[in-house]
């Protein structure tokens, strides 16, 4: 799998796991068995990534709130929380490059979202890579 396929599946399970807190560990499992991967390195991205983001759930939707302008988290609907808390994850705690954490989430916004939505990420999104960068120049 491309690690673009296994952040969908990445999503999904995020998604389930926003909707219903099932037994995520149960899921990771199916999936990996479903999805037929082999690879550690595959493996290991997809449980390293949806395990660190539900520990870190409240630093990212901290982080998410700062940067919301002229809304709440809670009017959020689930697709944005879990797109914007994996983006949130990879740009400021992986460290991953902003823009291929960017486009990354917008292309799983397109194919599971309203056509709105992906420019409402990118619009937020931007902000928090423009505090990144105010920041570093202090």
């Known amino acids: 799998m491309t690690r673009r396929e296994i952040r969908e599946e990445i999503f999904k399970l995020l998604f389930e796991y926003e909707l219903i807190d099932n037994d995520i560990e149960k899921r990771i499992n199916e999936t990996i068995a479903e999805e037929n991967l082999k690879r550690d390195e595959e493996i290991d991205f997809l449980r390293s990534y949806i395990t660190e983001i539900i520990e870190n759930k409240d630093i990212l939707t901290?982080?998410?709130?700062?940067?919301?302008?002229?809304?709440?988290?809670?009017?959020?609907?689930?697709?944005?929380?879990?797109?914007?808390?994996?983006?949130?994850?990879e740009i400021t705690i992986k460290d991953i490059g902003y823009e291929i954490a960017i486009n990354e989430v917008l292309e799983i916004a397109k194919k599971y979202s309203y056509n709105d939505t992906k420019d409402f990420l990118n619009g937020i999104l931007a902000k928090l890579v423009q505090n990144i960068k105010d920041e570093k120049q202090k």
């Open 62 to 89: 901290d982080r998410i709130r700062q940067v919301l302008d002229g809304w709440t988290y809670e009017r959020l609907g689930t697709i944005e929380k879990v797109l914007l808390k994996i983006s949130f994850y």
